[in-house]
C-alpha cells in the first residue's frame, strides 16, 4: 500500500528566506505525486504534480518540487517565502483510480 | 463560476442522529470523492465515484453511505452519527484519473 510522511507537522521561517518542505513515499508501483496548499477554513487547492517526464516540476505561487525516486522523495521549495504562504501544505501519492492518499501536513508559518 | 459546492458548511448533531452532507459540481467531472480532515492525521479518502451510478469504498468507509444518481451530485449519508465521525469533510472532483481534484470549502460536522 502507497503512503506517504510529512516529518516536519510545522515549519516556521522568516519573510524572505528559503523553505524546503520535505516529502517522502512509499510504493511499489509507478506513482504520481502532487503537493496542495490548504489556506485557513478554506478547501485545498493544487499547487503542482509529477506524472512523468523532468524531475523538476514548477507549480503556482513560485513553487517547485523535485522528484527523486531513489531517495523516494518529492520535497516542496520555494527560494523566498512571503507572509501569504503561511498555509498548510499536503503532499500526497496515487497509484491511479483517485485514490489520492494524503500525507499529515506541515504547516508553514511565515513571520516578517 | 461555482466548480465543488458542498452544504451546510456546519452542522451540529447528536449521537444517533443522520444527516446528509451534500457536494455538486457544475464541471462536468466523472469522478467525484469524499475525504475527512483530523487534525495530525492529514485527509482519508471515504468513498468515491467514478461515474453515475458507480461508487466504491475508500479508506474509511464505515459509518457512511454514498450514491451518484447523476454526474452532479454526491451526496455523503450519516445513518446514525457517532462522535467518532466529528472531523471535516471535503468533498472533490475530477476531470478524470491522476489529474487535479477540485475541492469544496468543506463542511465542519460537530457530534455530540
Known amino acids: 500500500a502507497q503512503s506517504v510522511t510529512q516529518l516536519d507537522s510545522q515549519v516556521p521561517v522568516f519573510e524572505e528566506a528559503p523553505v524546503e518542505l520535505r516529502c517522502n513515499y512509499s510504493s511499489s508501483v509507478s506513482v504520481y505525486l502532487f503537493w496542495y496548499v490548504q489556506y485557513p477554513n478554506q478547501g485545498l487547492q493544487l499547487l503542482l504534480k509529477y506524472l512523468s517526464g523532468s524531475t523538476l516540476v514548477k507549480g503556482i505561487n513560485g513553487f517547485e518540487a523535485e522528484f527523486n525516486k531513489s531517495q523516494t522523495s518529492f520535497h516542496l521549495r520555494k527560494p523566498s517565502v512571503h507572509i501569504s504562504d503561511t498555509a498548510e501544505y499536503f503532499c500526497?501519492?496515487?497509484?491511479?483510480?483517485?485514490?489520492?492518499?494524503f500525507g499529515t501536513g506541515t504547516r508553514l508559518l511565515v513571520s516578517p | 463560476n461555482a466548480g465543488v459546492t458542498q452544504t451546510p458548511k456546519f452542522q451540529v448533531l447528536k449521537t444517533g442522529q443522520s444527516m446528509t452532507l451534500q457536494c455538486a459540481q457544475d464541471?462536468?467531472?466523472?469522478?467525484m470523492s469524499w475525504y475527512r480532515q483530523d487534525p495530525g492525521m492529514g485527509l482519508r479518502l471515504i468513498h468515491y465515484s467514478v461515474g453515475a451510478g458507480i461508487t466504491d469504498q475508500g479508506e474509511v468507509p464505515n459509518g457512511y453511505n454514498v450514491s451518484r444518481s447523476t454526474t452532479e451530485d454526491f451526496p455523503l449519508r450519516l445513518l446514525s452519527a457517532a462522535p467518532s465521525q466529528t472531523s471535516v469533510y471535503f468533498c472533490?472532483?475530477?476531470?478524470?484519473?491522476?489529474?487535479?481534484?477540485?475541492f469544496g470549502e468543506g463542511s465542519r460536522l460537530t457530534v455530540l
Open positions: 472533490a472532483s475530477s476531470l478524470g484519473d491522476r489529474v487535479e481534484l477540485f
Open positions: 500526497a501519492v496515487s497509484p491511479g483510480f483517485q485514490k489520492l492518499v
Open positions: 464541471m462536468n467531472h466523472e469522478y
